[in-house]
């Protein structure tokens, strides 16, 4: 009896423990790891949503960008960090759906080391090719590829990213043979591809609308199954040439396994009620994404259900990590 009482105080003070640290949450800068390199989507939607929530938490959340892998160094360091609401992941699909597909070895198990909180946002790819090349439609640049196999060079934001996904389920849908050259984030690829030194990717609309706006790049298709507001004249890849073809991203925040659950439901009321102001969702719109928001247990389901599906997209694509 005396044991069972001990071990219950133990809880007791454990538990408390961590209600009074949720209490006095948070109390120092908060750090939002960014898995790719700084210039992607993934890095400007998160810098847009730590400016605003240093206002709304009163305290500085900062960026902290850990590229590699497909998002998996990233991962990886916030997987191991202390699960005290100080640290947490912006992920795309790959960290939290299909790299374990795709990779034969993990440095962690996203399914038990990381928490999914709440759904930022959801962003298109677009497809585009360096003005030089010669096609302006997606029929155009099929034929154009045919005719030159393996003479073009595909960008990438690195093995195991959507742009990597994607741009290999158009290669096997469409019969194409091209290079595929990833690179450690869009922020880099999108450097060659404004070079002219790779001829095409398929990437998130947030880090290239800028540049489709300047003419730096030419947009033949968006990735949705319908059109999106930002280029309401540029048609889907699916009824431009390629019937059934489809590759949403999104922007998942998580946080390391344990982390207290009163701090994940703040943070998720936090971004919802960001996500639902206007003015806040006109500039994630207006940077080519579309704002979400929602509850820590919408957040774990809707990762489950995206698990299943980009599975079956990765598996279509024939994509691989070697």
């Known amino acids: 009896m005396r044991i069972l009482k001990l071990l219950l105080v133990a809880i007791a003070a454990v538990v408390g423990g961590a209600q009074a640290s949720a209490q006095e949450w948070p109390g120092k800068p908060i750090r939002f790891v ?23 938490l009163k305290t500085p959340c900062v960026v902290e960008n850990k590229g590699g892998a497909g998002g ?24 939290l759906a299909y790299n374990k597909i795709l990779y034969r070895e993990m440095a962690f198990d996203p399914d038990k080391d990381l928490d999914p909180i709440c759904l930022y946002a ?31 060079n595909y960008a990438s934001g690195g093995v195991g990213s959507t742009s990597h996904v994607a741009g290999e389920l158009f290669r096997t849908m469409a019969g194409l ?5 990833p690179y450690r984030g869009t922020g880099p690829s999108l450097v060659d591809l404004l070079a002219g030194q790779v001829q095409l990717t398929i990437d ?3 880090a290239i609308l800028p540049h489709i706006k300047t003419g730096a790049v030419r947009a033949l298709a968006i990735s949705t199954d319908k059109r999106v507001p930002q280029l309401p004249d540029l048609p889907t890849i699916a009824e431009a040439g390629l019937p059934g073809y489809a590759a949403i991203s999104w922007q998942m925040v998580t946080a390391p396994a344990g982390t207290p659950r009163p701090i994940l439901d703040r943070m998720a009321a936090t971004i919802s009620k960001l996500t639902a102001d206007p003015a806040f969702r006109t500039r994630v719109t207006e940077a080519g994404a579309e704002p979400a928001g929602g509850t820590v247990d919408e957040a774990r389901a809707f990762v489950k259900q995206e698990t299943v599906k980009w599975r079956e997209v990765v598996l279509k694509s024939g994509a691989k990590a070697d």
């Open 34 to 56: 960014v898995p790719f390199a700084a210039g992607g989507s993934t890095d400007v939607l998160t810098r847009l949503l730590c400016e605003q929530l240093t206002v709304e």
């Open 72 to 95: 998996n160094v990233g991962g990886a360091a916030v997987a191991a960090a202390p699960a005290d609401g100080y640290t947490f992941l912006v992920s795309a699909p790959g960290v």
């Open 177 to 181: 043979e091209w290079q595929h050259v």
């Open 122 to 152: 959801f962003q298109p790819n677009v497809l585009v090719v360096h003005p030089s090349l010669p096609v302006t439609s997606v029929a155009e640049l099929i034929a154009y590829a045919k005719a030159n196999p393996r003479k073009l």
């Open 204 to 206: 998130n609309l947030p």
